[in-house]
């Protein structure tokens, strides 16, 4: 049994009403433009849609509980609008500033945040450093007054959009590889610009940039905590980020469930719906399994998570399983459409190649096996049973 309060349905049904009304409408536009208008972002955080857990005194809510981003994101893949992408900018930058910015940044950066006008982005890929933070090759040197930042990123979701930008970077890259300082780049700093809207086989409306700094002058105004820390700031936030993509894979698995019950219930073959056949049966069967499953299991984490308990091996078992999960009822959902399946008329069609990234983005399904297996074969593990 799912466990959410009064207050908090009535934000999802607030929520699913402004999604019908403001983002799925603009969605088509959207793919094809490669881009979300920025309005979509102020009108969200005119009804206080944007990074509710900032304190009153900043323009948020002040509520930190996880249970409304599941939520949001919950939502926003029910109706198919994930490539809006809006926990990104909300959750995952936004909580580098909350937990590593000062005061005077918080006061500095935050309310433009919240209300949309400005737009996040968080830039640590490379080409030659993905889910491995130790190749990074960007520099952010301290020099007098200000710090110097060198270097390019790729893939940045909200690279084009973005005005804020978290970027990481090397700060001893040749006596420790792991000392890394964080920053937050602004839009028209100079020695900052951003490459072309790269094009991707999903995720069409959200835009993806790759970014390019030659001698960009950070003051130390914009340094995230403590010089030389970034790394370990980075692996703090991955938990939560990985616990992100698993309530927005196994919702989209859900949905990917729902449309492709609705298909197979109206699709005649051999003058019977699809629905009557036994493998039909028993293959949605399986899934619906599987994914209820999975849902009590996030529900589940989500609850770690407001309590601080959640650990990087719960948040790597949830991230892999649902993906994977999402991936295979996706899979299936093609093939009982058919050839409708391959139409992009359909939405299991967008979904598909949307959903093919998330077995790629917050770590790789093989990197999650790797921060499992870690913990099975250390001297602490122990199971349930033991």
């Given at each position: 049994?799912?466990?959410?309060?009064e207050?908090?349905?009535?934000?999802?049904?607030?929520?699913?009403?402004?999604?019908?009304?403001?983002i799925?409408?603009?969605?088509?536009?959207?793919?094809?433009?490669?881009?979300?208008?920025?309005?979509?972002?102020?009108?969200?955080?005119?009804?206080?849609?944007?990074?509710?857990?900032?304190?009153?005194?900043?323009?948020?809510?002040?509520?930190?509980?996880?249970?409304f981003?599941?939520?949001?994101?919950?939502?926003?893949?029910?109706?198919?609008?994930?490539?809006?992408?809006?926990t990104?900018h909300?959750?995952?930058?936004?909580?580098?500033?909350?937990?590593?910015?000062?005061?005077?940044?918080?006061?500095?950066?935050?309310?433009?945040?919240?209300?949309?006008?400005?737009?996040?982005?968080?830039?640590?890929t490379?080409?030659?450093?993905?889910?491995?933070?130790?190749?990074?090759?960007?520099?952010?040197?301290?020099?007098?007054?200000?710090?110097?930042?060198?270097?390019?990123?790729?893939?940045?979701?909200?690279?084009?959009?973005?005005?804020?930008?978290?970027?990481?970077?090397?700060s001893?890259?040749?006596?420790?590889?792991?000392?890394?300082?964080?920053?937050?780049?602004?839009?028209?700093m100079?020695?900052?610009?951003?490459?072309?809207?790269?094009?991707?086989?999903?995720m069409?409306?959200?835009?993806t940039?790759?970014?390019?700094?030659?001698?960009?002058?950070?003051?130390?105004?914009?340094?995230?905590?403590e010089?030389?820390?970034?790394?370990?700031?980075?692996?703090?936030?991955?938990?939560?980020?990985r616990?992100?993509?698993?309530?927005?894979?196994?919702?989209?698995?859900?949905?990917?469930?729902?449309?492709?019950?609705?298909?197979?219930?109206?699709?005649k073959v051999?003058?019977?719906?699809?629905?009557?056949?036994?493998?039909?049966?028993?293959?949605?069967?399986?899934m619906?399994?599987?994914?209820?499953?999975?849902?009590?299991?996030?529900?589940h984490?989500?609850?770690?998570?407001?309590?601080?308990?959640?650990?990087?091996?719960?948040?790597?078992k949830?991230?892999?399983?649902?993906?994977?999960?999402?991936?295979?009822?996706?899979?299936?959902?093609?093939?009982?459409?058919?050839?409708?399946?391959?139409?992009?008329?359909?939405?299991?069609?967008?979904?598909?190649?949307?959903?093919?990234?998330?077995?790629?983005?917050?770590?790789?399904?093989?990197?999650?096996?790797?921060?499992?297996?870690?913990?099975?074969?250390?001297e602490?593990?122990?199971?349930?049973?033991?």
């Open positions: 049994m799912r466990t959410f309060t207050e908090q349905n009535m934000f999802r049904d607030t929520y699913r009403k402004f999604l019908e009304a403001e799925v409408p603009n969605m088509e536009k959207w793919q094809e433009q490669g881009i979300v208008d920025r309005e979509a972002f102020t009108k969200a955080g005119d009804q206080g849609f944007l990074m509710i857990w900032p304190d009153e005194q900043y323009g948020g809510m002040g509520d930190t509980d996880f249970r981003e599941q939520i949001i994101i919950e939502e926003t893949a029910r109706v198919g609008c994930a490539s809006w992408l809006n990104l909300s959750r995952l930058v936004g909580s580098y500033i909350q937990h590593f910015g000062n005061d005077e940044q918080k006061q500095r950066f935050l309310p433009g945040c919240i209300t949309g006008e400005k737009i996040l982005a968080i830039a640590m490379e080409p030659d450093a993905g889910s491995d933070l130790a190749g990074m090759r960007t520099t952010l040197c301290e020099d007098e007054d200000h710090f110097i930042l060198n270097g390019s990123k790729t893939y940045i979701s909200n690279g084009i959009n973005a005005d804020y930008v978290v970027v990481a970077g090397k001893d890259p040749e006596n420790n590889p792991h000392a890394m300082t964080l920053c937050i780049v602004e839009r028209g100079e020695g900052f610009e951003r490459g072309r809207n790269l094009d991707k086989m999903g069409k409306a959200q835009d940039a790759e970014l390019f700094f030659s001698n960009v002058k950070i003051p130390k105004e914009n340094i995230l905590g010089p030389g820390n970034g790394f370990f700031y980075l692996m703090q936030g991955l938990a939560e980020e616990l992100i993509a698993a309530v927005g894979s196994i919702a989209s698995a859900r949905r990917a469930f729902n449309l492709t019950r609705e298909f197979v219930m109206e699709r051999f003058g019977k719906p699809l629905s009557y056949m036994q493998n039909t049966q028993f293959k949605m069967a399986e619906d399994a599987e994914i209820e499953i999975l849902e009590v299991f996030i529900d984490l989500v609850a770690e998570h407001n309590e601080e308990r959640l650990t990087p091996n719960m948040a790597a949830a991230k892999l399983q649902s993906t994977e999960i999402e991936w295979k009822m996706l899979d299936l959902g093609v093939q009982l459409h058919g050839g409708a399946g391959y139409m992009k008329e359909y939405p299991i069609c967008n979904m598909f190649t949307d959903a093919r990234i998330n077995r790629i983005l917050a770590g790789s399904s093989e990197i999650m096996k790797l921060i499992i297996s870690r913990e099975i074969f250390s602490n593990y122990s199971s349930n049973l033991d």
